[in-house]
């Protein structure tokens, strides 16, 4: 349960931050650095406080934060440079269109 102190923040902020980036249309940028981060980070972090320091679950359980914490500050820097701002404008000029689009094809529809 004390683990979980530490670990449930940083997985909450991912959550919030993930979504958040997704909804700009920034949706790539998350899945890649969690990839890498999952495979690298937590593997890497499990194995060498699991297994060669000897900490076992525990250890583990600490890979597993630091991991959430990397990614949470990752996401956080990409959001405090606006780094998703393309992203979201790109996104609002596709729903723009695609609204235009619509709009147009409802009136023509009308006798």
Not at 25 to 30: E, K, L, Q, S
Not at 38 to 58: A, E, N
Request: aromatic share 16%.
């Amino acid at each position: 349960v004390r683990m979980s102190l530490f670990l449930e923040p940083g997985r909450t902020f991912n959550i919030v931050f993930v979504n958040a980036l997704r909804a700009t249309g920034d949706a790539r940028y998350p899945l890649i650095w969690g990839v890498i981060s999952q495979w690298t980070v937590m593997v890497g972090c499990s194995w060498l406080f699991g297994t060669y320091l000897g900490f076992g679950l525990p250890g583990v359980w600490v890979a597993f934060a630091i991991d959430e914490w990397f990614r949470a500050m990752l996401f956080l820097r990409r959001w405090r440079k606006r780094k998703w701002l393309p992203h979201a404008q790109r996104t609002h000029a596709a729903a723009q269109a695609a609204g235009e689009t619509t709009a147009n094809s409802a009136q023509g529809a009308l006798p």
